[in-house]
Nanobody
Framework: QVQLVESGGGLVQAGDSLRLSCAAS????????MGWFRQAPEKEREFVAA????????YYAPSVKDRFTISRDNAKNTVYLRMNSLKPEDTADYYC?????????????????WGQGTVVTVSS
């Protein structure tokens, strides 16, 4: 049974940093492209970042580029999203997802498994 469990969310102030974690079980993250999406209240789920299955390529939404960093620890079977210089508009539920042997995609339809999400709230 595949499980993706996100953690690390919380309430922070604008300008602060957070690191989200996505612990995977039932799949090996080194064989999957891994992505992060987010969904704010009353908005559609949107792409945040992805890392290819090889780990050689990363992709970011323009709104988070140069502030967020996606990374992967194969030994821990965990994916991370480091978020710096947080803004109130980053407030959302953040979801981890996986794409088997994928290159990474901004489309949620490309992904197979999803976690339950972790809440990030950024106050001004």
């Amino acid at each position: 049974q595949v499980q993706l469990v996100e953690s690390g969310g919380g309430l922070v102030q604008a300008g602060d940093s957070l690191r989200l974690s996505c612990a995977a079980s039932g799949l090996t993250v080194s064989r999957y492209a891994m992505g992060w999406f987010r969904q704010a209240p009353e908005k559609e789920r949107e792409f945040v970042a992805a890392i290819s299955w090889s780990g050689g390529s990363t992709y970011y939404a323009p709104s988070v580029k140069d502030r967020f960093t996606i990374s992967r620890d194969n030994a821990k079977n965990t994916v991370y999203l480091r978020m710096n210089s947080l803004k109130p508009e980053d407030t959302a539920d953040y979801y981890c997802t996986s794409q088997p042997y994928g290159s990474g995609s901004a489309s949620p339809n490309a992904y197979q498994y999803w976690g339950q999400g972790t809440v990030v709230t950024v106050s001004s």
